[in-house]
């Protein structure tokens, strides 16, 4: 089994490219246990997403898609800039978003 590649970046490593199109890119100074619950949490909500599509309820999928917002913010990849926030603004954005996704 081979490693999944990862996405090529931006020379300032702050977008990542995805067929052609740039992205923001995960804070890369989240501690990556946390990281990776914000990804669990990401994953989930998207699937919730789905789930709520499929069953034709609204309410259910605004419900879901405030959580993905949520966990990309959290995740730094929305909001305002990972890089134009102090190393406390960003302790505080990713550590609120899982207390509040938790």
Not at 10 to 37: K, L, M, N, Q, S
Not at 44 to 72: S, T
């Amino acid at each position: 089994m081979t490693a999944k590649a990862r996405p090529d970046r931006t020379p300032d490593g702050r977008f990542i490219i995805v067929d052609g199109r740039r992205w923001r890119a995960t804070d890369p100074d989240i501690p990556e246990d946390a990281a990776a619950r914000l990804r669990s949490h990401l994953m989930a909500a998207r699937r919730a997403v789905g789930a709520a599509q499929r069953a034709e309820d609204p309410e259910a999928e605004r419900a879901a898609r405030a959580r993905v917002h949520l966990a990309k913010v959290a995740l730094g990849e929305r909001g305002t800039p990972w890089w134009e926030q102090s190393d406390a603004q960003r302790r505080a954005r990713w550590s609120e978003g899982l207390a509040e996704l938790d």
